[in-house]
C-alpha cells in the first residue's frame, strides 16, 4: 500500500512549514522556499519496493535545495531518476542544468549538492535507486542534470515503468522486480546521457536554453530572449545566421517537438489537442493544427491514435 503525506491537513498558515517537514520525512533532507506562504498544497505518494522508492510529487510553485549541511545531516547513498508529469522544472548539478518538460527525465545524485526549480504547479515521479545498483551495472557514475528523452528507446522503457509503477494492478511481488529492472535501466541512460555543460550567456546554446525554458511564455520574442540574456536583439538573430533555422523558426520547430512528445505519451493522453498546444506555447490552435500537418505530415489527432508519417520525417 502507497504512503501518503500531504499539507492539506495543516491551517493555510502553516501549511508550508508542513511542507518542509514533509518532504525531509517522505524523501531526503531537502530546503525549500516558495513565495506562497498563506496556502501552500503538497502531496507526496510514496510506494516501497525494498531499498527502491518511488513517490508522486504533486506542489506548486517553490525552490528546492540539497545543501551541503542537507548532505552531511543526512547522507542517501543513491541517485533520484524524475520523471516530469506535469508543468516544468529545472535541475542543476555539478555545473550542468537540465530544463524538463512534460515526459522528461533526469539524474540526480542524492549526496552531491543541487537545486531544482518549480516555476508553478507540478507533478513529478521520482525513483530513488541505492547507489550501487545503478554504478554496479554501469563503468561508472552516471552523468547526472542531463535531458533524457523519453519518447524511444531505453528512456521510452524506464517512462512506462514509472507509470506502470504508480497505478495500481501490479502485484507486490512483480513491482519490486520491475523497480529493480528499473534501475538496471537507468545506468544505460546515465551512460549514454551527454551533457551539453555549462553555457556561456553570450552563445547560440544559451539562446536555445532559453527557448527551451521559456516555450510556454505568450511574449517569447528576440526582445524578450535579449533582455533575458543581457544582449541585443542585433547580436541574437547574428546567432542563427547560417544556421538551418532562424530565431522564430527555432521557437516553431521546438514547440512542435513538445507537442509531439506530448501527443504521443500515454500518460498525457488525458489532455485535449488543444490544452497540448497551448502548452505547448501556440496560442492559436488552428495555427498549431496548420503547422503541425506542415511539419511532421500528419494531423495531431493522427499522431495521438499512432504516429502516421512521423518517423520519417522527423528522424
Given at each position: 500500500?502507497?504512503?501518503?503525506?500531504?499539507?492539506?491537513?495543516?491551517?493555510?498558515?502553516?501549511?508550508?512549514?508542513?511542507?518542509?517537514?514533509?518532504?525531509?520525512?517522505?524523501?531526503?533532507?531537502?530546503?525549500?522556499?516558495?513565495?506562497?506562504?498563506?496556502?501552500?498544497?503538497?502531496?507526496?505518494?510514496?510506494?516501497?519496493?525494498?531499498?527502491?522508492?518511488?513517490?508522486?510529487?504533486?506542489?506548486?510553485?517553490q525552490?528546492?535545495?540539497?545543501?551541503?549541511?542537507?548532505?552531511?545531516?543526512?547522507?542517501?547513498?543513491?541517485?533520484?531518476?524524475?520523471?516530469?508529469?506535469?508543468?516544468?522544472?529545472?535541475?542543476?548539478?555539478?555545473?550542468?542544468?537540465a530544463?524538463?518538460?512534460?515526459?522528461?527525465?533526469?539524474?540526480?545524485?542524492?549526496?552531491?549538492?543541487?537545486?531544482?526549480?518549480?516555476?508553478?504547479?507540478?507533478?513529478?515521479?521520482?525513483?530513488?535507486?541505492?547507489?550501487?545498483?545503478?554504478?554496479?551495472?554501469?563503468?561508472?557514475?552516471?552523468?547526472?542534470?542531463?535531458?533524457?528523452?523519453?519518447?524511444?528507446?531505453?528512456?521510452a522503457?524506464?517512462?512506462?515503468?514509472?507509470?506502470?509503477?504508480?497505478?495500481?494492478?501490479?502485484?507486490?511481488?512483480?513491482?519490486?522486480?520491475?523497480?529493480?529492472?528499473?534501475?538496471?535501466?537507468?545506468?544505460?541512460?546515465?551512460?549514454?546521457?551527454?551533457?551539453?555543460?555549462?553555457?556561456?550567456?553570450?552563445?547560440?546554446?544559451?539562446?536555445?536554453?532559453?527557448?527551451?525554458?521559456?516555450?510556454?511564455?505568450?511574449?517569447l520574442s528576440?526582445?524578450?530572449?535579449?533582455?533575458?540574456?543581457?544582449?541585443s536583439?542585433?547580436?541574437?538573430?547574428?546567432?542563427?545566421?547560417?544556421?538551418?533555422?532562424?530565431?522564430?523558426?527555432?521557437?516553431?520547430?521546438?514547440?512542435?517537438?513538445?507537442?509531439?512528445?506530448?501527443?504521443?505519451?500515454?500518460?498525457?493522453?488525458?489532455l485535449?489537442?488543444?490544452?497540448?498546444?497551448?502548452?505547448?506555447?501556440?496560442?492559436?490552435?488552428?495555427?498549431?493544427?496548420?503547422?503541425?500537418?506542415?511539419?511532421?505530415?500528419?494531423?495531431?489527432?493522427?499522431?495521438?491514435?499512432?504516429?502516421?508519417?512521423?518517423?520519417?520525417r522527423?528522424?
Amino acid at each position: 500500500m502507497p504512503l501518503t503525506w500531504s499539507t492539506l491537513s495543516s491551517p493555510p498558515s502553516r501549511q508550508f512549514a508542513h511542507w518542509r517537514e514533509l518532504v525531509c520525512e517522505a524523501l531526503l533532507d531537502l530546503t525549500p522556499e516558495s513565495p506562497l506562504r498563506d496556502g501552500f498544497a503538497g502531496t507526496v505518494t510514496q510506494w516501497p519496493f525494498g531499498a527502491v522508492t518511488l513517490a508522486r510529487i504533486d506542489s506548486q510553485c517553490q525552490l528546492v535545495h540539497r545543501t551541503e549541511r542537507d548532505v552531511a545531516r543526512a547522507p542517501r547513498g543513491g541517485y533520484y531518476a524524475n520523471l516530469q508529469i506535469r508543468g516544468t522544472s529545472l535541475m542543476h548539478q555539478d555545473g550542468r542544468t537540465a530544463v524538463l518538460r512534460p515526459g522528461d527525465l533526469a539524474l540526480v545524485h542524492a549526496d552531491r549538492p543541487f537545486r531544482f526549480e518549480f516555476g508553478g504547479d507540478f507533478r513529478q515521479l521520482s525513483l530513488y535507486v541505492p547507489r550501487d545498483l545503478i554504478e554496479s551495472a554501469a563503468s561508472g557514475a552516471p552523468r547526472t542534470a542531463v535531458r533524457v528523452d523519453t519518447a524511444t528507446g531505453v528512456g521510452a522503457a524506464v517512462r512506462h515503468a514509472l507509470i506502470a509503477l504508480s497505478r495500481p494492478g501490479l502485484e507486490a511481488g512483480a513491482a519490486a522486480r520491475l523497480a529493480v529492472l528499473t534501475g538496471g535501466m537507468l545506468a544505460v541512460i546515465g551512460e549514454s546521457a551527454v551533457p551539453s555543460g555549462p553555457a556561456s550567456p553570450r552563445s547560440y546554446r544559451a539562446v536555445v536554453a532559453d527557448i527551451e525554458e521559456h516555450l510556454g511564455d505568450d511574449d517569447l520574442s528576440p526582445a524578450a530572449t535579449a533582455r533575458r540574456l543581457g544582449v541585443s536583439v542585433r547580436w541574437l538573430h547574428r546567432q542563427f545566421v547560417g544556421r538551418e533555422r532562424s530565431f522564430a523558426g527555432t521557437v516553431r520547430r521546438m514547440r512542435l517537438e513538445h507537442a509531439l512528445r506530448a501527443l504521443r505519451d500515454p500518460a498525457l493522453s488525458h489532455l485535449r489537442v488543444i490544452d497540448v498546444a497551448a502548452e505547448a506555447g501556440f496560442g492559436d490552435v488552428s495555427s498549431f493544427h496548420r503547422v503541425f500537418r506542415r511539419e511532421f505530415g500528419s494531423t495531431p489527432a493522427e499522431v495521438r491514435r499512432g504516429g502516421l508519417g512521423i518517423s520519417d520525417r522527423t528522424a
